[in-house]
């Protein structure tokens, strides 16, 4: 007869305590429907605190699993994978989230949308992030991707509001469709490059996938070519999620558009999911076994390719916008090139583990990075989606001056000045980019940077160097965003001074 | 004392200052004493550690701070650090003492003084990092400093926004390629120092400065030349110098300190630190020798120019800047000594001459030669400090600035190669017109008619202190050689040397005697050869084209950024191509294999197939080429027709009436969704699109052709991928052979709802999300009021507020609605329901499913809203509630999932449910099981129908009325 096993098999089998980070947050998310369904007109307060609580909990418990003595182990029978990369990306996507959330809780009640599914949407896809980061399987990266992206489509298209004139702006809807549709064909791409991979290895597990490709890459046969194609319909799909070039069309249309706290989040969390999944699977699974002469993987030219294309049009197209968000939808652009340097350098026998540990804190650097601008953008946009251009920030020194030095604190960072976070996660990436032999990538990437000092400066030049012909800037945001700014800007500067903290966190992770 | 210590002061003292406390409690002057007896204290802290250094050549000192990165704050004391270390903290005093008194205002004063100390923090670290990493952010400190005190009158000044960004903008480029350089250096370090293991990066100067054959490696031309872009940008060198200028836009006493004594000549320090170890190779020496003297040549020309004082001084500072430069690129450290001086001179005239300036500009309110004039009657003490400044400066004898120019052109006429003629007549010509400049300083600003209108109100005294001082060394210093500057320059330069104050009448003596003279002489034909001089190649003019080109190729390259997403995917799929492509697997697999297949026998089936795979190409031909919606919507339903017939073919009866289903919903929901669209709208997009166009041929053929290139891949990559599949395992056969253990007959029933229940599960769930999400996407403004929004009880037609091209909107959508039709439609729905239950009640024998029976009953419901139009179906249809359905089928499902469990078998376990209540015989006559497929089977049914439920009235929903909608829904917020 055929018999499921039951539940305690199951809970014993697959070693679900490993995965709790994730399952205790997507438990907690259901309950937090029924907690929202029965609050009724107290839901702006309750959901958002709920939410909150609910990202302690997870916190907590990934503390637990991830102990740094811990061992690496596998749950869900090798479909998911905990360890220390795991755990530090887990804690990334947290914050993140805590982040958004605080700055959600203003925005909505700002633009008077005080609906609870805004919240779980976003905790489900903080989740699919986090089985992104764990997964260890194809089919898992998939299903996380979707479970990541989903929420993010729906959030995208979330804000209603009416423009000055009366009209009903539909940028949003605009983002959230264009999101939808074009994302919706990147998965088509990702399905499709995991189905050739499994068609070469006749398996979706990522380690099986490195015990037997060089089998079948020595056999040189129609396998290695689906792998190889495989390979690139991967890297297609997933880049589409980080928003690298030429798959980063959609970004500014829907930065632009989204409710400005799902533009900060998905700008983090989608590019952590997505990059945790390349590592993944092309450090993983697929370094070893592409290695042509001289230790390289065959995919780090392609990488380097990508990551130049988007260093360059990602910090030049910045520039022109006058839009801060726009401007900032351009800049996560052209930072994604820069892990993209750290992926590339990580194709490098013997630097995979240096080049992953600084794409890892890179990423810690750019999420409270950009997080904390995005906040300080929210303070002097208006929900029309007014309000948040360059012109606007001009006087802020005066007007404003905590905030100020706050928002050039972050711009710094972006830039990649000693002191912030941003300089720690661009050295280890540029370091490591240097040790693998990529000199001309990195110098690429040093040459772009000074671009992007460009336009990150003018931020600080309008709000220090000009005066506002006005009246003093009034203050838009309440106390939650201020917590949401002050976390980021401690973020900023505590990883920034005191940079062996960044450094020692990642130190234990190896995934080569 | 610790050298952090030393570090640290000055940064303490600029939070001091920053404290609100500090401005309300403690007065200018209170802040001015304490800030510069903090800097005399420094001063003479590193005067007194002199002996130390006499003894030990080198103090290191190091606090480990973070080992894994090869980073921790150490600090490096020797010679050079230490004359750095004076030159910051001594000069540093005196411009603290000289701020107190250019600044009017206190509270800008006190703004100026925390930068200002911040930044003598950051240059202090810079000198004494005994770390590469640590000096890099010290040196990236002083950047931002400076740009910070550049535009310190930038809500005033555009100039000064503009010449702080300029000056950050060089400063942080050379600065990244100098990290570059920096971590080059340090890997190649470490490879150097243990060849044979991947050691990392090596950071501490003081085990880099021990490397001898650093220059041997492979990476020295790059890393060599990246730290000279980085230390020629930051101290100013042709062709990056045009910041400098730019910068005088700071208050003068910054100009003073970071454009004159210190921060310029960071790049000089980190050239001086690193060239024992690097100028063993011709590329750094031959690079500081050619930059150097190509700077002391363009700054001397563009300072006689200059009809701005500071902007003299700026010009004058980067001639001086380039000798050190091309002093430090002559080999073997002929140069240090040479260097060493020029820095000390330097700091002393220039220093004070920048004070000068700004005391002028203090008194007269102008800083334009032409407008000042005859100044010494009223300020004689100003007259002499500049007098004995810009002679040492000329280098007259026996001036501090006569030993510099002596040994300067001592050590460049012992520098024997060709060119050594060049070079000298390089110094010399650059040496007069510098000559030249400093009688201009004293001829055109203090001589001569006072102009009218110079109105001059006297400064205080205490102003004249520290330029006095400073003039006073300049003066004292040439006899002060053997006690005072030899000791020092003993701790840096390792090679014997003599420093006489006069070494005789010589050939050095002679020329630098002429060059005075030739300045004398250029003195009396000044204004006509200012105005010949023309120089051809501007670095700002490179600059501002640079920028403007930045800006063009940002908005160049935003054109790609169209907003419609049709482009964006041919940009994916172009892009997917070129990586196949470029993979260059492609020929590679295909050569050894298969494309065609061997065996071309066909049977009926086959040609059956064949036909319907033509019709689909016909179908989809259509859908694009036929000229109405509908029929085109049509059209396409016909493709998925064609491809359920080849289903059915195969033999997969229960795909195929999946497929067909699905077809004709999808075909449904497309044309109640174009119903919705204006006819006007819809007959303009057409019109667009097929007609009327500009560049239709164009277009259409483009469009054409990347269809063609895409249709091709995919076929090619299909063909391939389907002659040489690999063998493996099919695991159908083993879902054939165990479909009998859930008690059905039929596997496609038995994998959706036993096999693989789980998954099915969490199908409908998906199911009900993306039901939701088209929810939010289309119907946001009902959804805010909360709920399902009530049929309109009104006739439509009745309504005023509509206009009548709404009207005319919705009659169309309900133009279908005849007497027939609601016949038809009335009819419909209770068949539909039969045959639902029908399927699944019999899904485990025969095809059909729960899901196919959701979507037939999902299929009539949505001819109703087709026919009779939203407002019609919603209220004879009250039954129908979506949401209700879906929380109903998703409870069931859960429970029966859940059920098996209180039955002690695993979740989602089969049961029997007959055979428990013996019943098993009774209802199996009528060819049922009542099982917990059964169950599981009712609620993906009920689930879909409410979800396809959702997205009908989502889409049926009149467009205008939603508008209306919106519109009351804004009041509310």
């Known amino acids: ?512 | 004392m610790h050298l952090a210590l030393v570090t640290a002061a000055p940064f303490c003292l600029a939070l001091l200052l920053a404290l609100p406390q500090t401005r309300s409690h403690l007065g200018k002057t209170t802040q001015t004493l304490l800030s510069t007896a903090l800097m005399a204290a420094l001063f003479a802290w590193l005067v007194g550690a002199f002996p130390l250094l006499q003894a030990e050549q080198v103090i290191v000192q190091r606090l480990e701070w973070m080992p894994a990165l090869g980073i921790s704050l150490s600090f490096y004391l020797d010679g050079v650090s230490l004359l750095f270390g004076l030159i910051i903290t001594g000069i540093g005093a005196l411009i603290f003492f000289f701020a107190g008194f250019y600044f009017d205002d206190a509270a800008e004063y006190n703004r100026f003084m925390v930068w200002l100390a911040g930044f003598a923090g950051a240059m202090l670290a810079l000198v004494l990092s005994g770390n590469l990493l640590m000096l890099f952010i010290a040196w990236e400190l002083t950047s931002v400093t400076s740009f910070l005190l550049i535009g310190f009158q930038g809500k005033k000044q555009e100039a000064a926004r503009e010449g702080a960004f300029k000056a950050l903008f060089v400063t942080s480029g050379g600065a990244l390629a100098l990290i570059i350089g920096l971590v080059m250096l340090g890997a190649a370090a470490g490879q150097v120092i243990t060849p044979e293991a991947n050691s990392g990066f090596v950071a501490e100067l003081d085990v880099i400065l021990k490397l001898d054959n650093l220059h041997e490696h492979a990476w020295f031309p790059l890393f060599a030349t990246l730290i000279l872009l980085g230390c020629f940008t930051k101290s100013a060198q042709f062709p990056f110098h045009f910041w400098l200028p730019g910068a005088m836009s700071a208050p003068t006493p910054a100009s003073a300190y970071l454009h004159s004594a210190t921060m310029v000549k960071a790049g000089i320090y980190l050239v001086a630190r690193l060239s024992p170890v690097m100028t063993q190779h011709e590329l750094w020496a031959n690079g500081l020798l050619g930059v150097g003297l190509l700077t002391m040549l363009v700054g001397a020309i563009f300072a006689i120019k200059q009809s701005d004082l500071k902007g003299l001084l700026a010009y004058a500072t980067v001639s001086k800047l380039g000798a050190i430069m091309a002093l430090l690129g002559l080999p073997g450290q002929a140069g240090l000594k040479a260097a060493l001086v020029g820095i000390i001179a330097h700091a002393l005239y220039k220093s004070a001459l920048f004070m000068v300036a700004g005391t002028i500009d203090h008194a007269a309110h102008t800083r334009h030669i032409g407008r000042l004039g005859g100044l010494r009657k009223e300020l004689p003490g100003l007259f002499w400090v500049t007098v004995i400044s810009a002679l040492s400066m000329a280098g007259l004898p026996f001036l501090m600035g006569f030993v510099a120019k002596e040994t300067l052109l001592d050590a460049l006429l012992h520098y024997s190669a060709p060119w050594t003629a060049l070079v000298m007549l390089v110094a010399l010509v650059s040496a007069a017109l510098t000559a030249l400049a400093a009688y201009m300083l004293i001829g055109e600003v203090f001589l001569g008619q006072r102009p009218r209108g110079l109105r001059i109100h006297k400064p205080p005294t205490p102003i004249y202190y520290g330029p006095a001082l400073l003039a006073f060394c300049s003066l004292v210093m040439g006899f002060l050689l053997d006690p005072l500057i030899i000791p020092l320059l003993r701790l840096a330069v390792t090679k014997s040397f003599s420093l006489p104050l006069f070494a005789g009448f010589n050939e050095v003596f002679w020329m630098s005697a002429g060059v005075l003279v030739a300045g004398a002489l250029l003195y009396l034909v000044r204004k006509p050869l200012t105005a010949r001089i023309t120089f051809p190649l501007s670095g700002d003019a490179v600059y501002r084209e640079i920028i403007n080109y930045i800006d063009w190729a940002g908005n160049a390259l935003l054109h790609f950024q169209s907003g419609y997403v049709r482009y964006y995917l041919v940009w994916i799929l172009g892009s997917v191509s070129l990586m196949l492509v470029a993979s260059g697997t492609l020929s590679t697999v295909t050569a050894g294999q298969t494309l065609l297949p061997q065996d071309l026998s066909m049977t009926a089936t086959d040609l059956a197939k064949i036909f319907m795979l033509l019709l689909t190409i016909v179908a989809a031909a259509l859908t694009v080429v036929l000229r109405e919606h509908v029929k085109a919507a049509i059209a396409y339903g016909v493709i998925g027709y064609a491809i359920g017939v080849i289903f059915l073919i195969n033999h997969a009866p229960d795909v195929a009436l999946v497929q067909m289903l699905v077809e004709t919903m999808a075909t449904v929901l497309i044309i109640i969704m174009l119903g919705q669209i204006r006819p006007g709208a819809r007959l303009k997009v057409i019109d667009s699109l097929w007609s009327g166009r500009h560049d239709y041929n164009f277009g259409f053929l483009r469009d054409l052709g990347i269809s063609i290139v895409i249709g091709l891949a995919v076929f090619v990559f299909s063909l391939i991928a389907l002659q040489n599949r690999p063998d493996r395992h099919s695991i159908a056969k083993w879902h054939l052979e165990n479909t009998v253990l859930v008690n059905s007959e039929d596997a496609v029933g038995a994998i959706v709802a036993d096999f693989r229940g789980t998954d099915t599960l969490l199908e409908i769930a998906v199911f009900t999300t993306a039901a939701l999400g088209v929810l939010t996407l289309l119907a946001r403004g009902r959804v805010g009021g909360g709920g399902r929004p009530a049929p309109s009880k009104a006739p439509v037609e009745s309504t005023p507020e509509f206009d009548a091209e709404a009207v005319e909107a919705i009659q169309d959508a309900t133009s279908l609605s005849t007497p027939f039709t609601r016949l038809v439609t009335h009819f419909v729905l209770p068949v539909a329901i039969l045959i639902g239950i029908a399927q699944i009640l019999y899904g485990g024998s025969g095809p059909g499913d729960g899901f196919t029976a959701g979507v037939t009953i999902g299929l009539a419901v949505s001819l109703w809203y087709v026919v009779l139009g939203y407002d019609e179906a919603r209220r004879q249809l009250p039954w129908f509630r979506p949401e209700q359905f879906v929380r109903l089928g998703l409870v069931i499902g859960i429970v029966n999932a859940l059920l098996p469990l209180l039955l002690g078998k695993g979740f989602m376990g089969h049961v029997q449910f007959d055979k428990a209540l013996g019943i098993y015989d009774l209802v199996g006559s009528f060819g049922l099981h009542i099982t917990s497929s059964l169950f599981f089977e009712i609620a993906i049914a009920i689930t879909v129908m409410g979800g396809l439920g959702i997205i009908i009235e989502a889409i049926a929903y009149p467009q205008s009325r939603a508008a209306a909608d919106e519109g009351l829904s804004a009041v509310n917020i």
């Open chain 1, 1 to 512: 007869m055929f018999e499921s096993p039951t539940i305690a098999e199951f809970v014993t089998q697959s070693n679900l305590a490993s995965t709790l980070p994730g399952t205790l947050l997507v438990a907690w998310t259901l309950l937090l429907v029924l907690v929202d369904l029965f609050a009724g007109d107290e839901r702006e307060h309750w959901t958002p605190l709920g939410a909150c609580l609910g990202l302690g909990v997870s916190f907590v418990a990934n503390l637990f699993v991830y102990a740094p003595a811990a061992d690496q182990q596998t749950a869900l029978y090798g479909m998911f994978i905990a360890d220390a990369f795991t755990g530090f990306l887990n804690i990334v996507i947290l914050v993140a989230t805590l982040l958004a959330v605080l700055m959600s809780r203003d925005y909505l009640m700002r633009a008077g949308i005080h609906r609870g599914e805004y919240y779980i949407l976003t905790l489900l896809s903080s989740a699919g992030a986090m089985f992104m980061v764990a997964a260890n399987d194809l089919i898992v990266v998939f299903v996380a991707l979707e479970l990541l992206s989903i929420p993010l489509y729906i959030l995208a298209a979330f804000r209603s509001i009416k423009n000055d004139g009366g009209e009903l702006a539909l940028k949003s809807e605009e983002s959230g469709m264009k999101y939808f549709i074009l994302g919706a064909f990147s998965s088509a791409f990702l399905v499709f490059g995991a189905a050739l991979v499994y068609g070469a290895s006749g398996t979706t597990n990522i380690p099986q996938i490195l015990e037997v490709a060089p089998a079948v890459v020595d056999a040189a046969s129609s396998a290695t070519f689906y792998l190889v194609v495989g390979t690139a319909l991967l890297i297609v799909g997933l880049g589409f999620k980080v928003a690298v070039v030429p798959f980063h069309m959609w970004t500014p249309d829907v930065y632009e558009g989204a409710p400005t706290p799902v533009t900060a989040l998905m700008s983090v969390t989608a590019k952590i999911g997505g990059f945790a999944a390349l590592l993944r699977i092309l450090v993983t699974a697929l370094s070893v076994l592409l290695l042509v002469d001289g230790g390289v993987a065959a995919w780090q030219t392609t990488i380097s390719i990508i990551a130049a294309l988007t260093l360059v049009l990602g910090n030049f197209v910045a520039i022109s916008q006058r839009n801060l968000k726009r401007m900032l939808a351009y800049s996560s652009i052209a930072h994604a090139g820069y892990i993209m340097v750290a992926l590339a350098a990580a194709g490098t026998a013997g630097s995979a583990d240096s080049a992953t540990q600084g794409a890892l804190v890179y990423i810690l650097a750019y999420m409270f990075t950009n997080l904390g601008a995005f906040a300080v953008v929210m303070t002097i946009e208006r929900v029309d989606g007014g309000g948040g251009n360059i012109d606007d920030i001009t006087g802020l020194a005066r007007s404003r001056p905590l905030l100020a030095m706050a928002m050039t604190i972050f711009m710094l960072s972006l830039t990649g000045i000693p002191l912030t976070a941003g300089f720690v996660g661009k050295f280890m990436v540029f370091a490591a980019a240097v040790q693998a032999g990529l000199v001309g990538l990195a110098v690429i990437g040093v040459l772009t940077s000074v671009v992007s000092a460009f336009y990150y400066m003018r931020v600080v030049v309008n709000m220090y160097l000009r005066d506002s012909s006005g009246e003093l800037l009034p203050a838009l945001e309440t106390v939650y965003v201020r917590w949401a700014i002050n976390i980021a800007l401690a973020g900023t500067l505590i990883f920034g001074i005191f940079y062996p903290l960044a450094s020692n966190l990642v130190s234990m992770v190896s995934i080569a």
